[in-house]
């Protein structure tokens, strides 16, 4: 099980989690100016890296609150991010 | 007819007989009026900040009323709030502003379990991944996790005696798994 740093709450198992993919995804600026595709891509689409991944999560069974981190997708080890 | 408005009221936990020996002793402490306390902690009043924990994972006595911080920017008190005297404000129909205080009465969302005696914090352990140590996690610190896997508030008291605010719903299947945890003991 992950150990994942809250910024509230401090470090807990990852079963209070909520994960909530990939963070840094804008909203468009203009949605109704994007085609389909653009939007889909923005709907659907997100990075799949292999290394360092800035992922948000939403301290479920704590404080409730979302925060950023950024995990390593290949050891999973995570650091904080201090933006929310 | 005047009807005592309290007379018929049932806690979640009233068939639950309680565990009491040398070693532990568990028992509902129900009917406590609990209000959520939202406000931005940097824009308080002085006549809150006075009565709010600040540090993170803290609770501190004010007057009658027991306050835990539970969130940046949220609070919870145990015990009747006195409200702090607010501005008369002529324009009713300002919205709600950043240096606002918001309380809502949660009371009945939870029901309170104390765990108290020296075998307490083996109890809790059985079912908390929280370091529960007296250095860690000794008088004054609360926290909001998972107990049995049901979502709780933890508070540490006096003397290995703990709190454990449980949602009403899940206070019959805490307690029934508290109940059995304690046969240990």
Redesign the interface.
Known sequence: MLLIPCPWCGPRDEAEFHYGGQAHVAYPADPAALTDEEWARYLFFRDNPMGPFSERWNHTSGCRRWFTVTRDTTTNAITPETSR | MTADPHANRISPLAGFAGVSDARLDVREIPFLRQTNVRADPARLLPAWADRLPLA??TWRRSGETDILY???D?WLAIGDLTPVPAEPRADTARRVGQDDVILTDVSAQRTIARVAGPGARDLLAHGC?LDLHPSVFGPGRC????LARA?VILMARERDEFWILVRASFARYLAAWIADAAVDY
């Open positions: 993170p994972g539970l969130g940046p949220e991944a926290a909001q996790t998972m979502q």
